[in-house]
């Protein structure tokens, strides 16, 4: 998993913004007015966008965004179906649609994709060939439309100022030397900002760090494979949770993670599951998706199961052969990708849980975590 660096604000944090239309419909040119730089290749000849391109920026007051230049509707190149099932991937999980338009009459492209963003409740700015060149006018048409975009937080609420947070956080091989996994950062960063008092420690010191304490913590927050650890030894007026089951809540559905970890008592040997990972990173020997997770599993079924991977963008259209689907936290994407992913389980009849929730439940105290 790549980290953000200094001052980068992660992609999944970010508003997504697509912006989308026929070829050669000024798409490219506004991206690269908006970014104040030639973020996309502009051609008059068709179909010059071929992939999608992201590009990081803040836009004041939405704050950090990113703009998603995708390929052009209606491309009868040969790659033109490609193109376009690229194009509606990216238009399932923007945050505001920005459709831009050469004529002043809809095609039926453009008629239907408008259609689509209105069933997802996905809000929508319309730029004609006159609006392009007034770049304040369209940025600010942005701006009203991610009014209507909800602002979600990792606590919810569930932390004030001047409360006590204690973070566990065991450092194992999926942590960067010298750096904090992503959940971990942004968490810290929200306590920062409600001017929580924080305390940080290794599983390890749970006991020493509670003993110096004046106080109980209200909260304490740690990573799922030590759920059972920490929940030994906190003090029975400190609520519990994780980082994953934090991100269940800011990412996905809650009640279908729920409903998804209960599934695993209906898994038998040779049960076909099927982990949902939201960034690309190497595997290593104790990774909780692909390693520590299944085995968990495996034991509590009592046989062995059969795994798939799909990382980053790529999901299954077809889920049917999978008994179980096990999302990662995504921290690197935003809340849609997430909830199109559970929405395709949903329809198609597969459970869907998250990490944190699957292992809570599999530990027994998922319960007790979820009444905090």
């Keep these: 998993m790549r980290n953000p660096g200094i001052g980068e604000t992660p992609s999944g944090m970010r508003v997504h913004i697509g912006f989308f239309g026929k070829t050669n419909s000024g798409k490219s040119t506004l991206v690269n007015a908006l970014a104040s730089q030639d973020v996309s290749i502009v051609s008059p000849e068709p179909g010059t966008t071929t992939d999608p391109v992201h590009k990081a920026i803040e836009i004041l ?64 700015v319309n730029v004609t060939g006159d609006d392009r060149d007034d770049i304040e006018a369209v940025k600010a048409s942005i701006i009203a439309a991610a009014r209507s975009v909800p602002e979600r937080t990792i606590l919810d609420g569930a932390v004030a ?6 973070l566990v956080m065991p450092q194992d091989k999926q942590a960067p030397k010298g750096r904090l996994i ?29 003993s110096v304490l004046t106080e109980p913590p209200k909260l304490i927050i740690t990573d799922s494979q030590v ?17 994953s089951v934090l991100y269940a809540a800011l990412k996905g559905d809650m009640e279908a993670y729920v409903a998804g970890a209960k599934a695993i008592d209906d898994l038998k040997p040779g049960a076909r599951i099927l982990i949902a990972e939201s960034c690309s990173h190497a595997p290593l020997d104790e990774d909780i998706g692909r390693v520590k997770i299944p085995g968990l599993i495996k034991k509590r079924i009592g046989g062995e199961i059969s795994v798939d991977v799909a990382a980053g963008k790529d999901f299954p259209e077809d889920l049917s052969g999978y008994d179980l689907i096990l999302q990662c936290g995504g921290c690197m994407v ?27 439940y599999i530990k027994g105290i998922l319960e007790k975590v979820l009444d905090n």
Excluded: W
């Design 182 to 210: 992503l959940p971990q950062v942004a968490t810290l960063r929200e306590l920062l900002d409600v001017h929580a008092r924080t305390m940080c420690v290794a599983p390890e010191e749970i006991e020493s760090a509670l």
């Design 61 to 124: 007051p939405i704050g950090p965004c990113i703009l998603i230049d995708t390929p052009g509707l209606e491309d009868e190149t040969s790659l033109g179906s490609a193109r376009m099932e690229r194009t509606m991937r990216e238009a399932a999980v923007c945050d505001i649609a920005v459709v831009v338009r050469a004529d002043e009459v809809d095609s039926q492209a453009e008629s239907e994709l408008v259609k689509f963003f209105n069933e997802k409740n996905i809000p929508v």
């Design 227 to 243: 759920f059972d650890l920490v929940y030994e030894k906190k003090p029975k007026e400190s609520a519990l949770t994780s980082f």
């Design 334 to 360: 935003n809340r849609r990708q997430i909830l199109e992913r559970i929405e395709k389980a949903r329809k198609q009849g597969v459970p869907i849980t998250n990490y944190g929730i699957a292992i809570a």
């Design 161 to 166: 100022e001047g409360d006590l947070v204690m």
